[in-house]
T-cell receptor, first 111, second 113 residues
Framework: KQEVTQIPAALSVPEGENLVLNCSFTDSAIYNLQWFRQDPGKGLTSLLL???SQREQTSGRLNASLDKSSGRSTLYIAASQPGDSATYLCAVWGSNYQLIWGAGTKLIIKP | DADVTQTPRNRITKTGKRIMLECSQT?????MYWYRQDPGLGLQLIYY???????NKGEISDGYSVSRQAQAKFSLSLESAIPNQTALYFC????????????FGPGTRLTVL
């Protein structure tokens, strides 16, 4: 059974720092991996989607990498800003039609 | 206007009551999903629907039922609410291809006393 783990559960850093969020999964037979952002009261927003054949995806200050063989993905945030404060979740599509989710990393960027 | 809307946004109910959570979307997507989120846990899939005539159970469907009234509407019912169904509930939609990104509503916070 696929399991997705995100470490750390919470992270607090000063504004301007570069940071890395981690996601690991137990079954490497994934279709793709997605990173989402969750803001209180606003639901979830898709940030990046990496197909299983890809190694990374970039959007603005965000870069997500995927190493399927080791069951790991990282989300790199450059030059962090207070507006980046949110919970970041990763999720994998497996062989069935369901997304399997990690519990998220709560990120706080201090001004 | 939001593409995926959920009503109500907050609901407090008592054990044993029947309640319905509603989801509407204007994205024109065939696929719709209901998830619940508990503190410290990832989202768990309750039900999903590929189209109006195709409804499937997710990993935690016990105690829940759904109705897909139209392409744009997908409702979740708790037939007899219990306290451990207290959670944040999300509706989501996606295009037909497997693996496409999902678009989420703002969530419904449900408390069962």
């Amino acid at each position: 059974k696929q399991e997705v783990t995100q470490i750390p559960a919470a992270l607090s850093v000063p504004e301007g720092e570069n940071l890395v969020l981690n996601c690991s999964f137990t079954d490497s037979a994934i279709y793709n991996l997605q990173w989402f952002r969750q803001d209180p009261g606003k639901g979830l927003t898709s940030l990046l989607l990496i197909q299983s054949s890809q190694r990374e995806q970039t959007s603005g200050r965000l870069n997500a990498s995927l190493d399927k063989s080791s069951g790991r993905s990282t989300l790199y945030i450059a030059a962090s800003q207070p507006g980046d404060s949110a919970t970041y979740l990763c999720a994998v599509w497996g062989s069935n039609y369901q997304l399997i989710w990690g519990a998220g990393t709560k990120l706080i960027i201090k001004p | 206007d939001a593409d995926v809307t959920q009503t109500p946004r907050n609901r407090i109910t008592k054990t044993g009551k029947r309640i319905m959570l509603e989801c509407s979307q204007t994205k024109g997507h065939d696929r719709m999903y209901w998830y619940r989120q508990d503190p410290g846990l990832g989202l768990q899939l309750i039900y999903y629907s590929f189209d109006v005539k195709d409804i499937n159970k997710g990993e935690i469907s016990d105690g829940y039922s759904v109705s897909r009234q139209a392409q744009a509407k997908f409702s979740l019912s708790l037939e007899s609410a219990i306290p451990n169904q207290t959670a944040l509930y999300f509706c989501a939609t996606s295009e037909s291809l497997r693996g496409n990104t999902q678009y989420f509503g703002p969530g419904t916070r449900l408390t069962v006393l």
